[in-house]
């Protein structure tokens, strides 16, 4: 089963349903065969890649709200991120243009790698309020994840993978992706935000059953017992 995510860097909800996706996968029991693809997108690809201010600034001067009703409403994503286990640090993000970010997920792919950089990139904006437009930031992102700092220097220094970063976002206006996160399942079902991870799942069992995939079998440990879980042990 393939499931492409569009999504970026700086998109909160992005996260979130990152996590909702991914526990859904594991209530589901189809996350060992199961493919997920980051698809780039750009919120505002317009940012300046040397921005200074703050997120929350950024926000007002998007919807023409005051600063005080920007902090309101990343309090309540904040909230929401609490709940999936993530810690967003609101106060201290910066604005950032995300096009070279999406052209280290794309060498990542390259690499093998795509999972931890993605993860990475959201982690390094979102928790530790790093700026994830400097070069410093994505090398030393790169690295984490075991990709070459020379290789990357050389990805950043040239236009490498900015056509499959503008394919990406083509493609999500052509099939009429209008906000991120936009999650598609095999080419059949699509939807559309950080849903709770009982739609994922619903979704995914959906498309498995049509499809005859079946969840990966689980382990048991040394013992021979069942794995238990929150709810329930299997037999």
């Known amino acids: 089963m393939k499931i492409e995510v569009w999504s970026d860097y700086v998109c909160p909800f992005c996260y979130i ?70 810690d967003y640090n609101f106060e201290h993000m910066k604005v950032a243009n995300t096009f070279n970010a999406h ?23 979102f928790v530790d309020a790093e700026v994830i437009a400097e070069d410093e930031v994505l090398i030393r992102i790169a690295q984490e994840a075991g990709i070459d700092e020379q290789r ?4 950043l220094s040239s236009d490498e993978f900015a056509a499959d970063v503008k394919a990406d976002i083509t493609e999500a206006g052509q099939i009429g992706v209008q906000g991120v996160p936009f999650f598609v399942i095999n080419r059949k079902y699509a939807i559309s935000g950080a849903q709770p991870p009982e739609a994922f799942a619903e ?30 042990c299997d037999m």
């Open 17 to 86: 349903g990152k996590r909702r996706l991914e526990e859904a996968l594991e209530q589901t029991g189809l996350e060992e065969v199961t493919e997920v693809v980051f698809k780039a997108f750009q919120l505002d690809p317009n940012t300046p890649t040397d921005a200074t201010h703050s997120m929350q600034e950024g926000l007002a001067e998007k919807y023409g709200m005051s600063l005080a009703e920007a902090k309101k409403m990343t309090e309540n994503v904040a909230i929401q991120a609490k709940g999936v286990g993530l």
């Open 103 to 125: 052209r280290l997920a794309k060498l990542a792919e390259q690499e093998g790698v795509a999972g931890e950089v993605s993860e990475h990139l959201l982690r390094a904006y």
């Open 152 to 155: 990357t220097k050389e990805m």
């Open 203 to 232: 979704a995914l069992r959906k498309v498995a059953e049509e499809e005859g995939v079946t969840p990966a079998l689980k382990v048991l440990n040394a013992n021979g017992a069942g794995l238990c879980t929150d709810d329930s």
